[in-house]
């Protein structure tokens, strides 16, 4: 009797091992995907800059991406995903900062620190809670770079959810855009600890409870959803109907309760799409410009058109 009541509390130890340490950390402390591209592979002209947050002293590495100045109409500060960087190959990042130039939009793309070149804080992602930070410098940046046209962050995924913490902070921007944005931190952790495993999210779960309790992700009323619901910025929120990591449904109630949240769900992707097998898992996250460019670049466009001068 003595034994197993011995074997029940390692296995109890052992899993509350796993969902309080060994889970998190895997999944705040990703691998850290290289720059192998730069925006002169897509025929751009650009600037490396370093940028400093205010929290630490981390240097940030990001690219400058001038329109002309003589028909430019904004500027477009963009943050990448979650383990991604700023060329983000998952997004077509490039492709998209040629698109929003040519459009006569100004791009600065920066790392989040712990990815790309620039720095790490030891403290792995923080689902925007401080990236914030980041996003504000990059902002800071742009604004004094050209403070007469209107400028507007842009965030796919966790740079969503960075952007919206940054803006609930204070930060001066005319616009957002949100592509796919990490809303609900729990639902995302635990669908994203299925991409990589195939396992079912709910056994996530407690490993996403520990995630926001113990290793400091955003919760509760300090996650993106709920930091979104106060905003009173125009917002165009672009969502992907199948999106398996950041799914609809929280974009969806976003809309519903935000008034100056405008929702466009991108066109459906069929399940024997080409672009699929690539990405396995993670499936139609983020897809909505490498599928439907001109659909996308258009709401973009007009969003942007809608702001003024």
Not at 14 to 33: H, M, N, S
Not at 138 to 153: G, H, M, Q, S
């Amino acid at each position: 009797m003595k034994t197993r009541t011995w074997i029940t509390l390692l296995l109890l130890t052992g899993l509350a091992l796993l969902y309080a340490v060994v889970i998190p950390r895997a999944a705040i402390f990703p691998e850290t995907q290289p720059i192998t591209m730069t925006p002169a592979d897509v025929g751009l002209e650009y600037e490396d800059i370093t940028l400093i947050p205010a929290d630490r002293p981390l240097r940030l590495a990001a690219w400058w991406m001038p329109a002309d100045p003589d028909t430019a109409v904004a500027t477009m500060v963009f943050s990448h995903g979650g383990g991604s960087n700023r060329h983000s190959q998952f997004f077509r990042a490039l492709d998209f900062y040629r698109a929003m130039v040519e459009r006569g939009v100004s791009v600065l793309a920066l790392d989040l620190r712990n990815h790309g070149e620039s720095a790490a804080d030891g403290r792995g992602l923080g689902f925007g809670a401080t990236e914030k930070y980041d996003a504000r410098a990059a902002i800071d940046w742009a604004r004094l770079k050209v403070p007469e046209l209107p400028l507007i962050a842009m965030g796919i995924s966790m740079g969503g959810a960075t952007l919206i913490q940054a803006t609930s902070d204070g930060a001066p921007i005319d616009g957002l855009i949100l592509l796919d944005p990490l809303l609900d931190t729990h639902a995302t952790f635990a669908r994203g600890a299925w991409t990589e495993t195939g396992l079912p999210p709910s056994l996530f779960l407690p490993a996403a409870w520990a995630a926001t309790n113990l290793w400091g992700l955003p919760g509760g009323a300090q996650q993106a959803f709920d930091r979104a619901l106060d905003l009173r910025l125009p917002t165009l929120l672009i969502q992907d109907p199948g999106d398996p990591v950041t799914t609809a449904e929280h974009a969806k109630a976003l809309a519903a309760a935000n008034p100056t949240v405008r929702l466009w769900v991108a066109p459906q992707v069929e399940p024997d799409n080409p672009e699929l097998p690539w990405r396995q898992r993670w499936g139609s996250h983020v897809i909505a410009f490498a599928l439907f460019p001109q659909q996308t670049l258009e709401q973009i466009t007009a969003f942007i058109e809608s702001l003024g001068h």
